[in-house]
């Protein structure tokens, strides 16, 4: 016997849908069609670019070894005459054996800083061409960084960021030129200024000798005198103008003809440096990665879903429609 189940206003008859969709295939397969050509054209006006990626970490300690070097001549120059020749002895020593990672951590930052503002810097026709270019850390953890950059040619790319990163390198190892000079230049007037402080000084003790008539040193005189009271004074602690106007104005004569040979052969050794070609940072050029960021499949599939999705709808609306149409006709 067969079974009559009854219909509920809001039930789905698939069958009957089922039935809709099959009878406006044609329909859904058109406008599809249609969707996926569409997608096609506009896939095809999209321009080829990629997404050009190149790790970069800092470079080994040797590179920076002449760089601290100066430093290290610059700072020794500061420090007091005895003990210099120390500090030079063992220059050679603590350059190679200290070296440590926040040296090289300073150096990868300080030439990342450099690219940073070379990018922005709107005067540089370079970096004009590079303003996707983006600079990334790879973590936390790690000193590396990542430089993404977008082009349309992945080829043309690598000479591009190559010829990037050599114009940072060459305005980086300027910028320390320059410092270096700049921090030369301090030390000469500082011993300047130190050199004209000692000339007031002594020609105020060459005058006073002159008045009191002492020619030669004293010194050894005032020494032997207070022997027998048993007085401990130094000769730093005796009057200057003891010493005789004529040791004085010997003295004033060699400061006034003076030519600090040491700060002459730290300049000879900041020209060398000039010449000095410095890597900043490590990376292989053709390690870079390319991704094209242009993703057809994806458009097209989208396109082909959306067809898919009016097609549906267009079928239903029309359906309904042509149901309402006959609906009134009977009537």
């Known amino acids: 016997m067969k079974k009559n189940y009854p219909l509920y206003e809001n039930e789905i008859d698939l069958i009957a849908l089922f039935k809709i969709f099959w009878n406006g295939k044609i329909k859904i397969l058109l406008i599809t069609i249609i969707s996926f050509l569409v997608g096609s054209v506009y896939s095809s006006q999209i321009p080829i670019n990629y997404l050009n990626s190149l790790t970069i970490n800092p470079n080994k300690n040797s590179e920076f070894i002449k760089y601290d070097y100066m430093q290290k001549l610059l700072k020794i120059n500061k420090s007091n005459q005895s003990?210099?020749?120390?500090?030079?002895?063992?220059?050679?020593?603590?350059?190679?054996?200290?070296?440590?990672?926040?040296?090289?951590?300073?150096?990868?930052?300080?030439?990342?800083?450099?690219?940073?503002?070379?990018?922005?810097?709107?005067?540089?026709?370079?970096?004009?061409?590079?303003?996707?270019?983006?600079?990334?850390?790879?973590?936390?953890?790690?000193?590396?960084?990542?430089?993404?950059?977008?082009?349309?040619?992945?080829?043309?790319?690598?000479?591009?960021?190559?010829?990037?990163?050599?114009?940072?390198?060459?305005?980086?190892?300027?910028?320390?030129?320059?410092?270096?000079?700049?921090l030369l230049e301090f030390e000469k007037r500082l011993l300047l200024s130190k050199n004209l402080n000692r000339l007031d000084y002594l020609k105020e003790q060459s005058a006073i000798a002159r008045e009191l008539n002492i020619i030669d040193n004293q010194i050894d005189s005032v020494n032997l005198s207070q022997a027998a009271v048993s007085l401990n004074i130094s000769t730093a602690d005796i009057a200057y103008y003891l010493r005789g106007y004529k040791a004085i104005d010997k003295e004033i004569e060699l400061i006034q003809n003076r030519e600090s040979q040491n700060l002459k052969f730290i300049e000879q050794e900041i020209n060398d440096f000039k010449d000095t070609e410095i890597e900043f940072v490590k990376y292989n050029i053709y390690s870079m990665k390319s991704n094209s960021l242009k993703n057809t499949k994806s458009i097209l599939k989208t396109s082909i879903l959306l067809g898919l999705i009016v097609g549906i709808f267009y079928v239903l609306i029309s359906n309904a429609l042509q149901s309402q149409t006959l609906s009134k006709k009977t009537k």
């Open 83 to 182: 003990n210099q020749s120390y500090q030079l002895n063992q220059l050679n020593l603590t350059s190679q054996s200290n070296q440590s990672n926040q040296s090289n951590q300073l150096n990868l930052f300080r030439f990342i800083n450099e690219l940073k503002f070379n990018i922005e810097d709107q005067e540089m026709e370079l970096f004009n061409n590079a303003k996707s270019l983006e600079i990334v850390k790879l973590n936390e953890n790690e000193e590396s960084y990542i430089i993404n950059f977008k082009w349309h040619d992945p080829d043309e790319a690598k000479k591009v960021l190559q010829d990037i990163l050599n114009l940072t390198s060459k305005n980086l190892k300027r910028s320390i030129d320059l410092e270096l000079l700049q």
